[in-house]
């Protein structure tokens, strides 16, 4: 069935260095990922998006990655920086029809100065 | 550029009570969409719309009723509340399918 789920949920790095967030799903006719971070007491933030014809792609300091083949997605974060604390989550959407954005548990970032 | 506004902020309603939560948005966007997230869980779909006129039921839509009468507002009703009820509420809005949807700042909400 639809799921989505992540390998990690805490992570801590320090400031400066590269984040890799992780996430699986498991269903192969999903064709849009989606990246939010969620800071305490805030609405989930777009972060970065990725269809199923691609395999990567970068915005500013976040590159997203998607191998369709094991069905995983991963967020890389350059430099982290006290600011990308938060939690992560990836969620995914079936192909035709249903609305449904199916999220993940998510993994919550700290970053160490 | 308010983008998308939810009322109220907290709300603490006893079992049995009614209430309607607000979310507005100002982007002109057709869909909108209604998540409850509960203490470290991911959002869980409760109902979505496409255009003014037209609802859907998502994941978890038991207990809760949405209408869509403009564009700009897609109110969440409980009827009935539950202490299973309690948790987050984010509404969201995004411009088509297959776009990144943009959340408020959610309700907080506490069934006592």
């Known amino acids: 069935g639809e799921s989505v789920g992540l390998h990690l949920p805490t992570l801590s790095v320090q400031e400066g260095d590269n984040s890799i967030i992780n996430c699986a799903y498991s269903?192969?006719?999903?064709?849009?990922f989606i990246w939010y971070k969620q800071e305490s007491g805030k609405g989930p933030q777009f972060i970065i998006d990725?269809?199923?014809?691609?395999d990567k792609r970068q915005g500013q300091r976040v590159t997203v990655l998607l191998n369709k083949t094991v069905k995983h997605l991963s967020l890389q974060i350059a430099a982290t920086q006290p600011g990308d604390s938060a939690v992560y989550f990836c969620?995914?959407?079936?192909?035709?029809?249903?609305?449904?954005?199916?999220f993940g548990k998510g993994t919550k970032l700290t970053v160490n100065p | 550029n308010a983008g998308v506004t939810q009322t109220p902020k907290f709300r603490i309603l006893k079992i049995g009570q009614s209430m309607t939560l607000q979310c507005t948005q100002d982007?002109?966007?057709?869909?909108m969409y209604w998540y409850r997230q509960d203490p470290g869980m991911g959002l869980k779909l409760i109902y979505y719309?496409?255009?003014?006129?037209?609802?859907d039921k998502g994941e978890v839509p038991n207990g809760y009723n949405v209408s869509r009468s403009t564009t700009e507002d897609f109110p969440l009703r409980l009827e009935l509340a539950a202490p299973s009820q309690t948790s987050v509420y984010f509404c969201?809005?995004?411009?088509?399918?297959?776009?990144?949807?943009?959340f408020g700042d959610g309700t907080r909400l506490s069934i006592l």
């Open positions: 969201a809005s995004s411009g088509f399918s297959n776009q990144p949807q943009h």
């Open positions: 269903n192969s006719a999903s064709d849009y």
């Open positions: 990725i269809r199923s014809n691609m």
């Open positions: 969620a995914e959407k079936a192909q035709g029809g249903s609305e449904k954005l199916v």
């Open positions: 982007m002109n966007h057709n869909y």
């Open positions: 719309s496409v255009g003014a006129g037209i609802t």
